[in-house]
């Protein structure tokens, strides 16, 4: 993985657990249920922004270097129709 790559998906990882920590804490306190909601929404949206990094560094990285050889890439082709439609499930 990239370094900078790598730094901000960390950065992005810490970011949400602290959303998860606030979460907990608006269930704990029995906060308004759309308040709740709505910061669940946030962090599904941050957890998507950080497939997305993935996502970006993987095509960049592995699916370039896999897609050179023939046997790589019909794994490569695999793997990312198997995220696709694991994203369309969503």
Known sequence: MKKDVKQRIQRRLKIIEGQV???????????????VITQSSAIRHSLGSV???LLENHLQTHV?????????AQKAT??????????KKK
């Open 64 to 72: 370039k270097e896999q897609m050179r050889s023939k046997k790589d």
């Open 51 to 53: 497939e997305d990094l």
């Open 21 to 35: 920590r606030g979460l907990q804490k608006m269930v704990t306190e029995d906060k308004y249920c759309i308040d």
């Open 78 to 87: 695999k793997e990312v129709m198997k995220v696709y439609k694991l994203a």
